[in-house]
T-cell receptor
Framework: GESVGLHLPTLSVQEGDNSIINCAYS??????FIWYKQESGKGPQFIIDIRSNMDKRQGQRVTVLLNKTVKHLSLQIAATQPGDSAVYFCAEITYNTDKLIFGTGTRLQVFP | NAGVTQTPKFQVLKTGQSMTLQCAQD?????MSWYRQDPGMGLRLIHY???????DQGEVPNGYNVSRSTTEDFPLRLLSAAPSQTSVYFC???????????????FGQGTRLTVV
């Protein structure tokens, strides 16, 4: 069936370095993608989104890249900070299904 | 501004018991949904609703019922709890997801359910 998955379950980076979290999706009809951050014991929190007619979108310290040719999504975090430590999920929506489907998540660990 | 409120935060049930997880939002969002999150895994969609009076099944609907009688509330019912339903449950809401455009989904803090 349709699914959204992640390449790396755990990513460890040093404070100040850039982080790249990857996500592969299998549904070529996906219209909209969202990255969420989930800290321990909390619900997911919106980070950034991108529509399928875009290749790149930037926010504050975060950039999302979308490569529709290979069905790949990435989240780049610049100058990673200890507060960035969390589990990151990509999620996708296909407009004709109204379903927001999540991937399995990547844990980001930031070391001093 | 309360956002999305889930109750209870914690619950222990015996196998076969029934209960309702409550979810309320005060943002006048049309779209609401329920997810479950098992340890070390992502969120799986149980049921969702695009507006009052409309509900639909997600990825893992079996064993759960929902209703949407008002815009604000979207309760999730477990009719006969099973150990396999031990999980953390999240409710989310957003302005319309899908044909009319999308916005970010806001999540509640979760309900941790244990079925023994």
């Amino acid at each position: 069936g349709e699914s959204v998955g992640l390449h790396l379950p755990t990513l460890s980076v040093q404070e100040g370095d850039n982080s790249i979290i990857n996500c592969a999706y299998s549904n070529s009809a996906s219209d909209y993608f969202i990255w969420y951050k989930q800290e321990s014991g909390k619900g997911p929190q919106f980070i950034i989104d991108i529509r399928s007619n875009m290749d790149k979108r930037q926010g504050q310290r975060v950039t999302v890249l979308l490569n529709k040719t290979v069905k790949h999504l990435s989240l780049q975090i610049a100058a990673t900070q200890p507060g960035d430590s969390a589990v990151y999920f990509c999620a996708e929506i296909t407009y004709n299904t109204d379903k927001l489907i999540f991937g399995t998540g990547t844990r980001l660990q930031v070391f001093p | 501004n309360a956002g999305v409120t889930q109750t209870p935060k914690f619950q222990v049930l015996k196998t076969g018991q029934s209960m309702t997880l409550q979810c309320a939002q005060d943002m006048n969002h049309e779209y609401m949904s329920w997810y479950r999150q098992d340890p070390g895994m992502g969120l799986r969609l149980i049921h969702y609703s695009v507006g009052a009076g409309i509900t639909d099944q997600g990825e893992v609907p079996n064993g759960y019922n929902v209703s949407r009688s008002t815009t604000e509330d979207f309760p999730l019912r477990l009719l006969s709890a099973a150990p396999s339903q031990t999980s953390v449950y999240f409710c989310a809401s957003s302005h319309t997801v899908g044909r009319s455009g999308v916005t970010e989904a806001f999540f509640g803090q979760g309900t941790r359910l244990t079925v023994v």
